[in-house]
Structures are given as C-alpha cells and as structure tokens.
C-alpha cells in the first residue's frame, strides 16, 4: 500500500497521498524495525520475534518506491541496506532463489523457496524486481549480478506456467527494457521540488551535485538522460516521448 500511495502521488501529485505513504513508512521504521531486521507483526506496543523472505522483499519495494517520489537520498540507502540483509538471510547459495525463512532455520519441516505470483507476488519475483530496480538507479553491478542469478532462478520455474509468474515476468521486462536514467545535477536544492513534480513516472533518477563530470549548463540545474545504451547532450529542458509537457528549470 505504501508504494501503491507513492506511485499514485506521482500520477497525481496530490501531497495527501505522499504523507499517508510516508506517514506508514515511518510506523514501520518505528515499530518493526530493529537494528539489522524486520519484525513480521506488531501489536500493543509487543512485536513478533520473526519476519518472513516477503516481509523484506516488500518493505525494499516500499523504500524503492518512496525515493522515486521523493527523491530522498536516505530511502535509497535503506532500500540497499534491507535488499543486502535479505540476501545474506533468505539466499540459498547452492541452489538459487531465496526461502521464505531465514536459510539456517532448523524449527520448520521444510523451508519452501515460493515462486508463483497470485494476488500477492511471490517475494522471490519481488526481489528480482528490486534487484532491477537497484542496478538501474545506483549502476551497481553487485545489483546486475544478483537480478541475473534470480532470473536463471525463476525461469525454470516459470517456463510451464507463465500467468502464474506475472512480477517475475515484469522484473525481466524492465531489465531488458529499461526506462531512461536522467541524472540531474541539481543549482539549488529549491529545484528539486519542480524536478520531482515533472519527471517521467516510470524512470531511473540520480540526483547529484555539480561535478566535473556532471557540470551545470548555463549556471542551470542540468538533466543528463541516458537510454539504451545511448545518451542525449546535457540540457536544461527535456522533453519526454507522447508527452507535450517540457520539463524546465527556471
């Protein structure tokens, strides 16, 4: 829900639906939240011993989520901090993809690795999704790796029934297909605000400060848009495929 409220506030760009977002995030962070780990429930002020492999799949999608809409630099940090915890958890190093509780745990009969995406994604295609997501916006190829593991993971196991793997499916789109990545090297953090409100919903930002490598045209905050492999001159204004709008710092 709380990425579903993010997204919809970058369609939208009605605020209401940013603040219930981060409004839950932070009663997560507060009250599921450890030092290193998730706690899969919480109530009257106790919380359970234990989270589950879609526990933290699903909260790394969430932080994802919230630094796409905010642009907040500290999301991102903990997205990668939960998606580095889930692997060292939840992998199976032999055999690939991630159980649904922690590998060593020796109280269950069985610790089944769940594939099939029904109402709920499985948190094994919601990792490959989070693994993309990652590579996409750091370029970390520690990111590139892992998606490619989980991939040959869940190919074989979605090879006979497609349907029944549709986020695993999305994953390998988005890796294959990969929206543009704009850097934007921000003048003054008072930009950042009209950059949030015009960027293209479905994109890979990076947001920086001026460098030699990323240096400002025109004393201007400067959006550097790359796309297959292939990217644009630096420029002040962008403007974005079946979209008349003009995005433009001023």
């Known amino acids: 829900m709380i990425a579903a409220l993010s997204m919809l506030y970058r369609v939208s760009h009605n ?29 009257d002020g106790k919380r359970s011993d234990k989270a589950f492999l879609d526990d933290y799949a699903f909260y790394t999608a969430t932080l994802i989520e919230m630094y796409n809409s905010t642009l907040d630099k500290s999301y991102l940090e903990k997205a990668e901090r939960f998606c580095n915890e889930t692997v060292r958890r939840f992998s199976d190093k032999q055999n690939g993809g991630f159980y649904l509780c922690k590998a060593d745990d020796d109280e269950l009969f069985m610790n089944p690795r769940e594939t099939y995406d029904g109402a709920i994604p499985s948190g094994n295609s919601v990792m490959a999704y989070n693994f993309v997501r990652l590579y996409q916006i750091t370029e970390n190829e520690k990111y590139r790796e892992l998606a490619e593991k989980q991939f040959e993971f869940l190919s074989s196991q979605a090879s006979d029934y497609p349907a029944g793997h549709s986020m695993f499916l999305l994953a390998k789109l988005m ?76």
């Open 15 to 43: 605020e209401k639906y940013l603040q219930a977002a981060k409004t839950a995030q932070s009663f997560i962070e507060k009250n599921l939240c450890g030092n290193t780990g998730l706690y899969a429930s919480y109530r």
């Open 175 to 250: 890796y294959e297909n990969p929206p543009e990545h704009i850097t934007v090297a921000v003048k003054d953090s008072t930009d950042l605000q009209s950059v949030k409100d015009n960027i293209p919903f479905f994109s890979n930002i990076s947001v920086v400060s001026e460098s030699k490598e990323y240096h400002l045209i025109n004393d201007m905050t400067t959006y550097y848009v790359c796309k297959d492999y292939s990217c644009m001159p630096p420029t002040n204004t962008i403007t974005h495929e079946n979209q008349t709008k003009r995005i433009e710092i001023k």
